[in-house]
Nanobody, 122 residues
Framework: EVQLVESGGGLVQPGGSLRLSCAAS????????MSWVRQAPGKGLEWVSA????????YYAESMKGRFTISRDNAKNTLYLQMNSLKSEDTAVYYC???????????????WGKGTLVTVSS
């Protein structure tokens, strides 16, 4: 059974940083690209970032470039999202998701975690 469990969310002040983690199990982690997707209160899903199976390629939504960094540790079956210079508009539930391909992140996502809430507020 595929399981994705996010952690690391919480309350942070504007300009602060957080590091999200996603522990994966139930599939061969290093065979697949992974993505982060978020949903702000009252809004739809927004794709944040993706990373290829070996970490060699990374992709970001325009508004996250330069502030967010996606990475993975295949030895630990764990995906990360380092978020810096956080803004109030980054407040959202952040989900990690498995991509059904090694690098074509635009193929969508076939499994999702339950999410972790990030609140950016003073």
């Amino acid at each position: 059974e595929v399981q994705l469990v996010e952690s690391g969310g919480g309350l942070v002040q504007p300009g602060g940083s957080l590091r999200l983690s996603c522990a994966a199990s139930g599939f061969t982690f290093d065979d697949y690209a992974m993505s982060w997707v978020r949903q702000a209160p009252g809004k739809g899903l927004e794709w944040v970032s993706a990373i290829s199976w070996n970490g060699g390629s990374t992709y970001y939504a325009e508004s996250m470039k330069g502030r967010f960094t996606i990475s993975r540790d295949n030895a630990k079956n764990t995906l990360y999202l380092q978020m810096n210079s956080l803004k109030s508009e980054d407040t959202a539930v952040y989900y990690c998701a498995k991509v059904p391909h090694r690098w074509k992140y635009y193929y969508g996502m076939d499994y999702w975690g339950k999410g972790t809430l990030v609140t950016v507020s003073s």
